[in-house]
C-alpha cells in the first residue's frame, strides 16, 4: 500500500492535518502508539457515566476566527469560562490575580482599576529585563504575591524554581486590575457539546487510521511519500544529540455519589500535597448526570510526555534537533513535541493550517 501521506499522532495536530489533506485529495496513514484518537485531548465516560477529561482539563479558547470556524464544522459548543481558585492556608482565593485576590491577600480595599495598579506598582521590583520567570514575575507582581501563588506551585508542576524556567511560562497568565474572575482572556470560550471524542471521530471519519502502532512497527509493505511527525522530535532521531526534557503527569480519579465535590472546575494547591490541583469538569460540560468525578493531577518526571520545559538549556537543545530536520527531506515536524514547544490548543491548530498551507504549495 502506498499513501501520501505518513502522519504519526492521532492527535490534535495529526487529525487536523489528516482531514485537511484528506479534503483535497490526499491519500492519509494515521497511526499512533495509544489505544484511541484525539491525543492529550481525549475524553471518555467513566463507569459512572461521567464524562471526564482522561489528560487533565482542555479549556478551549481562542481569539482566532480562523480556528474557530474550522473546529465547527465538526462540532457544536457549550459557551463556558473557567473559574478557578487557589488555596493558600485553607483559603481560596480568585486566580488569576485580580483586585478582589489583591484584597483577601493583603487586607486591602481597593475599589478601581487605578488605585490597584497604584498598589500593585508599589509591591512590584524594578526590573526592566527579566532574565528569567522569577525576575518577570518580581516585575508584575512582586515578592508576597509570587511567593504564595507561584513559587511552590512552579516546584511542583515543573521540578524547578522559577529562576531556572523562561520568563514565557508565567506571561501566559494576565494579572487583572479588575474583578473578572474567568481564567482566560479570550473572546471565544466553550467545550464541544458531545466531547472531544466525537470532534475526532467526525474530523477522521473515513481516513484510515490504526491505533497501537509505532513507527517502527509498520510493514516495508506501507509506503508514503511525506511524514509528517507530530509526536517526539528527539525521539525521532534517536536522542542523539541527548534527550530533551519533558514533564508528565500522573492522574488519580475519584467518584462521588453527589452532584458536585467543589464548588469550582479548578482548585490550585501551590502549598499542600503533592498534587497541583483538582479539576472537576463536570462544571463545564453542564452534564446531567448523577454523581461527579474529580481528578488530582501529581506532575512527575517519568511518563507520558505532557510539557516541554521551557529553559534556556533545553532551547538550545531542540535547535540542534532543528536543525537536524532541516536536512531531511519530506519530513515534517509539528506540534507540542513535534517543535518543543509549550502552545494552547489554538495555537497548535493555527500552526497546523499554516502548515497545510505549505503542503498544499508542493
Not at 483538582?278 to 448523577?290: D, F, R, S
Not at 532541516?326 to 502548515?355: A, C, H, P, S, W
Request: hydrophobic share 35%.
Amino acid at each position: 500500500m502506498r499513501y501520501d501521506y505518513l502522519i504519526v499522532g492521532a492527535g490534535l495536530s495529526g487529525a487536523v492535518l489528516a482531514e485537511r489533506l484528506s479534503s483535497i485529495g490526499k491519500s492519509v496513514l494515521v497511526i499512533d502508539r495509544r489505544d484511541h484518537i484525539g491525543g492529550n485531548c481525549h475524553d471518555m465516560y467513566d463507569d459512572r457515566g461521567v464524562l471526564i477529561h482522561r489528560y487533565g482539563p482542555h479549556y478551549f479558547r481562542t481569539n482566532d476566527r480562523r480556528v474557530k470556524e474550522y473546529l465547527s464544522s465538526f462540532t457544536d459548543w457549550i459557551p463556558g469560562r473557567a473559574r478557578i481558585r487557589t488555596s493558600i492556608d485553607g483559603k481560596l482565593f480568585p486566580f488569576p490575580i485580580n483586585r478582589t485576590t489583591m484584597n483577601m491577600f493583603f487586607g486591602t480595599d481597593l475599589e478601581t482599576e487605578e488605585e490597584t495598579r497604584r498598589f500593585l506598582a508599589s509591591k512590584r521590583e524594578n526590573l526592566t529585563d527579566p532574565k528569567n520567570a522569577q525576575e518577570k514575575l518580581l516585575s508584575m507582581i512582586g515578592q508576597e504575591l509570587m511567593d504564595a501563588f507561584y513559587s511552590g506551585y512552579t516546584r511542583k508542576q515543573w521540578g524547578l524554581s522559577l529562576k531556572d524556567l523562561e520568563p514565557s511560562v508565567v506571561t501566559r497568565i494576565p494579572v487583572r486590575m479588575d474583578t473578572k474572575e474567568w481564567y482566560f482572556d479570550d473572546d471565544f470560550q466553550a467545550l464541544p457539546v458531545d466531547g472531544y471524542h466525537r470532534l475526532f471521530q467526525r474530523m477522521l471519519g473515513g481516513i484510515d487510521v490504526r491505533l497501537e502502532m509505532d513507527l517502527d512497527d509498520l510493514s516495508k509493505r506501507i509506503q508514503y511519500d511525506r511524514l509528517i511527525h507530530t509526536g517526539a522530535i528527539d525521539e525521532f532521531f534517536d536522542f542523539k544529540f541527548g534527550r530533551l526534557p519533558y514533564r508528565s503527569l500522573r492522574f488519580e480519579f475519584e467518584s462521588f455519589d453527589q452532584d458536585f465535590y467543589q464548588d469550582w472546575v479548578q482548585i490550585n494547591y501551590p502549598s499542600d500535597g503533592d498534587h497541583t490541583r483538582i479539576v472537576e469538569i463536570k462544571h463545564l460540560t453542564g452534564q446531567k448526570v448523577k454523581g461527579t468525578t474529580i481528578v488530582r493531577e501529581y506532575p512527575e518526571d517519568d511518563g507520558d510526555r505532557y510539557y516541554p520545559v521551557p529553559t534556556r538549556k533545553n532551547r538550545e537543545l531542540y535547535e540542534r534537533y532543528r536543525e537536524e530536520a532541516e536536512g531531511l527531506e519530506d519530513v515534517f515536524f509539528t506540534g507540542r513535541l513535534g517543535l518543543y514547544e509549550y502552545l494552547n490548543m489554538d495555537q497548535v491548530i493555527g500552526k497546523v493550517l499554516d502548515l497545510f498551507e505549505e503542503l498544499k504549495a508542493l
